[in-house]
Nanobody
């Protein structure tokens, strides 16, 4: 059982930056594909970014390309989401998720483990 704990959310003005962190309890963290999702009330989880076992393989939803960067530090069992030039439409609860299989990264139903989420609010 992998436990995930997000941190780093908060309130920021449009154009500002935040860095989210997700610490995994599992020592075999490096074997998991990691994803960041976000959710607003009444909507499904939206895929934001994913990173493979090899940190060189990443994938982003079009709306965050060029603004967000996902990275991982296997020595710290941590995945990060650096968010720059934030917009009000980025406001959501952000979740990290992990899975062992390299199936469709953007499908939330394919992930095995989820964190509790961290709130990101961007004011205009």
């Amino acid at each position: 059982q992998v436990q995930l704990a997000e941190s780093g959310g908060g309130l920021v003005q449009a154009g500002g930056s935040l860095r989210l962190s997700c610490v995994a309890s599992e020592r075999t963290f490096s074997r998991y594909v990691m994803g960041w999702f976000r959710q607003v009330p009444g909507k499904e989880h939206e895929f934001v970014a994913g990173i493979g076992w090899s940190a060189g393989l990443t994938y982003y939803v079009d709306s965050v390309k060029g603004r967000f960067t996902i990275s991982r530090d296997s020595a710290k069992n941590t995945v990060y989401l650096q968010m720059n030039n934030l917009k009000p439409e980025d406001t959501a609860i952000y979740y990290c998720a992990a899975k062992a299989q390299a199936t469709t990264w953007s499908a939330p139903g394919t992930y095995d483990y989820w964190g509790q989420g961290t709130q990101v609010t961007v004011s205009s």
